[in-house]
Each structure stands twice: as structure tokens, then as C-alpha cells.
T-cell receptor, first 115, second 118 residues
């Protein structure tokens, strides 16, 4: 079974609009962390935002926020006021407490911002 | 440099050749991870080091894959007798420490090595 599911292979969004990228996860470990990374065409993975399983509030980092719904096992990334430079692959990843802390990744969503 | 570096950035190998991929983590980072990213997919975990100790190699796809980090800093991923299915981007990541999953403990990634096996 997939531990991280990203159901949107690709999305087109108009510049300056907000966009939500979906991520659902599956774990029986009560301790886990959820990450979002951006991968531009140049290839490097850029960390965006982190949410711990015991965090009471949704994480925010500038234009990025994470809509964390623990009961639904959902950790959607919200990008406000999208910019052309936001065009990239976006990956949701999870780290479980019982592991050696490697990241488990989703298949990614390709986001294209239209001018 | 302040970030994780990897070399070479691109490698083309003929099937059956051996290759060695190098990762220079951020200075002082205890943990080092290797991931394999096939085209159009998310990365898959290969192996994990804490200092010089290889604590997890469960993701290595076959015994043709070997990784080492002898002095707890630079790491090398070696692939023997390369096959076409080994074609992928190999990502290296480092993090400062591993204590609890509940801490931020961000992994910093290098630019990757794109391996093409002909």
C-alpha cells in the first residue's frame, strides 16, 4: 500500500491565484513528520514546510501553508498568490518515528503557473 | 561551499561498467542519506549513514549497489556491472542530527547525479 499519495499528476494555475496540492498519508506510527519539497527543472530538492504529528497548529512559511487534517490523514500544501517561479514538481514526504528517519515520498505533482 | 555537493552531475555508462558517485555533505552533518529517483517519480530510499556507520541499507536494490562513508563525511555510492534499470537520478541528503522524528531536522539535498546506462 502506498504510504504517501499525491493524486494530482499535474496542475495548471493562473498566476496570482492560490493553489492547493493534495497529499494523503498512511501510517500506524503515532509519531511522524510531514514535509513538502519543491523540485525545479534544475533538479535540486528545496525544502518548503514541515508539520509534526503532534503540532497543534498548521504550519506556515511565507506563502506556503500546510492544511493538516490528522483524522483524515491529509496534509495539503497551499501556495498563496502563485508566481511564475513556483512552476516545478512538488513532493510530499513522510518520516516515521520507528524508522531510521529516511523520507518516504509521494509521486509528486507537476505545477505549472500560467502568466 | 555551504550546501551538499555531488559529483559528477551527469554520468553515462555502458551496460556492465562500474560507476562511483560522490557526495560531499554539509560540514558537521551527522546523517547522510542516498535516494534513487527514477524519471517522473518520487525518490526512493537507498541507504542511511550516521557518521561512518551504515545503519540501514534496506533500500539498496541489489548486491551490485554498495555505499560507504569511511570517515563520516564524504560518501560514495558504487554501482557494479550497471544495468539499464539503474538509470536514474541519485540524490544525496544530509542532516545535522537524528534524535526524534518530531523535530524539524530538515534534510538538505544535493543537486543529484543523473546516471544514464546505455
Amino acid at each position: 500500500a502506498q504510504k504517501i499519495t499525491q493524486t494530482q499528476p499535474g496542475m495548471f494555475v493562473q498566476e496570482k491565484e492560490a493553489v492547493t496540492l493534495d497529499c494523503t498519508y498512511d501510517t500506524s506510527d503515532p509519531s511522524y513528520g510531514l514535509f513538502w519539497y519543491k523540485q525545479p527543472s534544475s533538479g535540486e530538492m528545496i525544502f518548503l514546510i514541515y508539520q509534526g504529528s503532534y503540532d497543534q497548529q498548521n504550519a506556515t512559511e511565507g506563502r506556503y501553508s500546510l492544511n493538516f487534517q490528522k483524522a483524515r490523514k491529509s496534509a495539503n500544501l497551499v501556495i498563496s498568490a502563485s508566481q511564475l517561479g513556483d512552476s516545478a514538481m512538488y513532493f510530499c514526504a513522510m518520516r516515521e518515528g520507528g524508522s531510521n528517519y529516511q523520507l518516504i515520498w509521494g509521486a509528486g505533482t507537476k505545477l505549472i503557473i500560467k502568466p | 561551499g555551504a550546501g551538499v555537493s555531488q559529483s559528477p552531475r551527469y554520468k553515462v555508462a555502458k551496460r556492465g561498467q562500474d560507476v562511483a558517485l560522490r557526495c560531499d555533505p554539509i560540514s558537521g552533518h551527522v546523517s547522510l542519506f542516498w535516494y534513487q529517483q527514477a524519471l517522473g517519480q518520487g525518490p526512493e530510499f537507498l541507504t542511511y549513514f550516521q557518521n561512518e556507520a551504515q545503519l540501514d541499507k534496506s533500500g539498496l536494490p541489489s548486491d551490485r549497489f554498495f555505499a560507504e562513508r569511511p570517515e563520516g563525511s564524504v560518501s560514495t555510492l558504487k554501482i557494479q556491472r550497471t544495468q539499464q534499470e539503474d538509470s536514474a537520478v541519485y540524490l544525496c541528503a544530509s542532516s545535522l542530527a537524528v534524535r526524534t522524528v518530531l523535530t524539524y531536522n530538515e534534510q538538505f539535498f544535493g543537486p543529484g547525479t543523473r546516471l544514464t546506462v546505455l
